[in-house]
């Protein structure tokens, strides 16, 4: 895995919450989500209920961003910070790969069974199109997943 | 070096891992009193199981669900329940179950054990909050002990020490539970001894029982008990006792038994009675403070079980009245013969004879002597209730922590299932309006009306309000029978041998009872109600047609004793700021279903009358008089909290969704709000609320914005 990647892998798998923005009728919209990603770094899973604004949104546009950083409220934060924004679309878990993909999400956030199990919530699943990561303030790489060279 | 320790090995800088209780009986021990061998688990096992199982991100959530200060007992029961259901169905690591299962094997390899909490800070001289925690006793074979060291560490969360939180410090974080693993002591008397009696510093108190100490402690089993001055040991007061029973070890469990002929009289000889008082006058001497003590006589030998500093609970705290309804099942079978032959009949009775007088008949003085009889006959009946009705409910608990105890089901409140489908006196109340309904061509001259004006009168609408009710009812609007309650009562039988199931057949009729009985009562209570609404309004009525200023007093009173039985509403949730609205609330999740339609709001009797099929009913509480409008309700939102309360016992019967404990829900739904719920999460969404944004500004303005900020 190249450094990018890895960069990118650790973040993801050290962060629990992300900042989830979606939109409907020109209007942004975020919510914070619990999320968990695939082995290939190319699909994040956030669970929500199905009588949220989110979800709403997610009708109308499939398309979002979801927003991962490591920042803890201090000035070092502009130095030190590292914020990565996945830009994909995002859908409501087909139901054969429910049961799967439920049980990678319920082993990072375990707590959470309750909610995700109950016939109102929507376990939905992100296809990323690319990501970005910003560092140092104004560093920017991209990962971007529909280049033909970015099969891992 | 080994964390699992013999009580020989602790000393007092070990208070913090292994609590006071455990501390206490190591002082005994060191100090030659006969204590029973015991083991102590540090409360860093209790951590690890936490860790090592994710259980600490579990408690965090359910503890997060709603501020405290907004619950009702109700609620603290389910809460509670839900935790204990957390630690019943998460097994031990394995690691952690040989650590424990080796030391037991040491120590104890086959006898049975009692199975103490002993929780840090739990028992010192300054503050005392025994009975908050559980204790089990007589507990037999490895897996059933590791599973009451679980249970243990459960109740650091009960109900009740969920309602001391302030006073423990309770957080997840910080808050943990150490367990005493005792010898099981089956002496011939037990109990317990106070070294200062509370009201009189110069006696001391000590009280007995025959069988196991457990009844005394627990209430089942009413103690002998004895006045003795201090100095001369003499006995001031004896009080007999008028116990036909002894707790025993049995069947791996502790039962009542009857007393053996030879087992009448004082259960203490005068001898061993005054070994018991030099004993805690000793304890006292060798801890220099008042210490109250349990003990038991076994073969001519006194075992201290456990002694703490004697401490008071302020008898004006108003929590205590809340573990008045932890009932034992003995307890729970005279109030259900109580409340069924002497309450409900007492309530229907007076409230027959009120309903026959016409009240327009009297002269003012007489009206004002009738009205003044019907409140006191009320308040005399509301305390009835609140005395003996409410802790009937524990009842349905009961049954439900021995349910899932026994079959451990992922869903904690899974044996509401096996409760329902009795004959709910406001369900057979439905049925006769479906059948009304069924006959009732909507004519005036009808030969239903009859009967349509006796069952208004009952509900306290007008004929023409319950007529309009009625035009609604249809053949859908029934309770529901479920077949996955038949499969549920098939596995609860087949749990348990021929020799159990007569314990579990009694505790699952008490449940049916107790949840039948939670409908019901209210609905006596109910007509009583109504005769003082009666009164009222018509001396209301006389009032308007000219100034009664003998009323006036009378008015007041009867203002008075209005809400008595309902809690309070939470304070601050007016929507006076039309700024300001809800998007989603949280509450708790009582009837499970999905629901959304638009919201009716009833703040009245009156209101009722309003209700349009398919709607969803917001309430501050539904009263047992208000229960005929459920089966039309799509849904159900209500600010009273909990599994128990009544809109969720018969929202659960027609399996119409509901969710309780929305603080504010009456002031904060608008009739006409269209809302979602979600009964099985105990969500309210209200979708409509998004408002109208503003439109996107057009490009060049966004671009003009910048350039302006630039030459700036």
Known sequence: MDSLRQQINDLLSNQNLGVLATSAKGHPYTSLVGFVVTDQLDELLFATHRATRKFGYLQEDARVSLLIDTRSNQSADFREAVALSAVGTAREVPPEQQERLLQLFLARHPYLAEFVRSPGCALCLIKVQRYSLVQRFQDVLELDFDAPHSTP | ?712
């Open chain 2, 1 to 712: 070096m080994r964390r699992i320790q013999p009580l020989e090995r602790l000393s007092a800088a070990d208070l913090p891992r292994f609590g006071g209780k455990t501390l206490a009986l190591a002082e005994l021990t060191r100090r030659g009193y006969k204590v029973p061998r015991s083991l102590a688990i540090p409360c860093d096992c209790y951590r690890d199981y936490l860790q090592a199982t994710g259980l600490g991100g579990r408690l965090d959530m359910e503890l997060g669900r709603k501020a405290f200060s907004q619950m009702r007992w109700e609620e603290l029961w389910d809460a509670a329940l839900r935790i204990r259901n957390l630690f019943l169905t998460t097994p031990l690591p394995p690691s952690l179950e040989t650590e424990i299962s080796t030391a037991l094997d040491r120590h104890f390899p086959e006898q049975p054990l009692v199975i103490r909490s002993s929780a840090p800070g739990e028992d010192s001289a300054t503050c005392s909050f025994a009975g908050l925690h559980d204790s089990f006793v007589n507990i037999r074979g490895r897996k059933e002990q590791l599973l009451a060291i679980r249970k243990v560490w459960a109740s650091l969360w009960s109900d009740r020490a969920l309602l001391y939180r302030q006073e423990l410090g309770l957080k997840v974080a910080d808050s943990s539970m150490a367990v005493l693993i005792q010898e099981l002591i089956v002496g011939e008397t037990s109990g317990v001894a106070f070294s200062v009696a509370p009201d009189n510093r110069r006696q001391l108190i000590v009280e007995a029982v025959r069988g196991l100490n457990q009844g005394l402690v627990d209430g089942s089993v009413e103690p002998d008990s004895w006045q003795i001055d201090r100095d001369s040991l003499r006995t001031v007061n004896y009080r007999a006792a008028h116990s036909s029973h002894k707790l025993v070890p049995q069947n791996g469990q502790v039962q009542l038994v009857p007393l053996r002929p030879a087992e009448q009289g004082p259960v203490l000889s005068d001898s061993d009675l005054a070994v018991v008082a030099r004993q805690v006058l000793a304890l006292e001497q060798d801890f220099s403070t008042p210490q109250d003590c349990e003990w038991t006589w076994r073969d001519g030998q006194l075992i201290l079980l456990q002694a703490r500093p004697v401490t008071t609970v302020p008898a004006e705290d108003d929590r205590l009245w809340y573990f008045n309804l932890h009932r034992s099942l003995t307890n729970l079978k005279q109030l259900q013969q109580r409340i069924e032959t002497e309450i409900m009949p007492g309530m229907e009775e007076i409230a027959a004879r009120f309903a026959q007088v016409e009240l327009t008949n009297l002269s003012d003085a007489m009206l004002e002597e009738e009205v003044r009889q019907r409140l006191q006959q009320l308040h005399y009946w509301e305390e009835t209730y609140r005395r003996d009705c409410i802790p009937m409910a524990h009842g349905i608990r009961l049954f439900g922590e021995f349910y899932n105890d026994a079959l451990q089901p992922q869903d904690p409140f899974e044996f509401l299932e096996l409760l329902r489908g009795g004959e709910l006196r406001a369900l057979v109340r439905n049925r006769r309006m479906a059948d009304l309904a069924s006959r009732w061509d909507g004519r005036t001259d009808s030969s239903s009306i009859a009967e349509i004006d006796e069952l208004a009168a009952e509900l306290g609408l007008l004929p023409d309000q319950l007529g309009r009710l009625l035009l609604q009812l249809t053949d859908q609007q029934q309770p529901q029978v479920s077949q996955h309650r038949e499969d549920l009562e098939g596995a609860y039988r087949r749990h348990f041998n021929a020799t159990e199931w007569p314990q579990a057949e009694e505790i699952l009729a008490i449940g049916r009872a107790s949840y039948r009985l939670r409908d019901d009562d209210n609905i006596s209570l109910a007509q009583l109600q109504r005769e003082v609404k009666r009164g009222e309004m018509e001396v209301r009525r006389r009032c308007r047609a000219g100034i009664k200023p003998e009323f006036a007093r009378l008015l007041e009173e009867l203002t008075d004793g209005k809400n008595g039985l309902r809690s309070p509403s939470p304070g601050g949730a007016k929507a006076g700021d039309r700024a300001v609205r809800a998007r989603q609330l949280q509450g708790q999740p009582a009837s499970a279903g999905l629901a959304t339609a638009v919201a009716r709001v009833i703040r009245s009797e009156q209101d009722l009358a309003d209700f349009r099929r398919g709607e969803i009913l917001v309430c501050d509480a539904i009263d047992p008089v208000m229960t005929f409008i459920v089966p039309l309700a799509a849904g159900i939102v209500e600010r009273r909290g909990g599994m128990l309360i009544h809109g969720a016992i018969i929202a659960r019967e027609y399996g119409i969704p509901c969710v309780s404990g929305i603080a504010g829900a009456a002031d904060i739904i608008n009739n006409g709000d269209l809302l979602t719920i979600d009964g099985y999460l105990g969500l309210v969404f209200f979708p409509a609320t998004s408002g109208r944004l503003a439109s996107s500004p057009q490009p060049h303005q966004l671009r003009k914005e910048l350039d302006d900020a630039v030459r700036q």
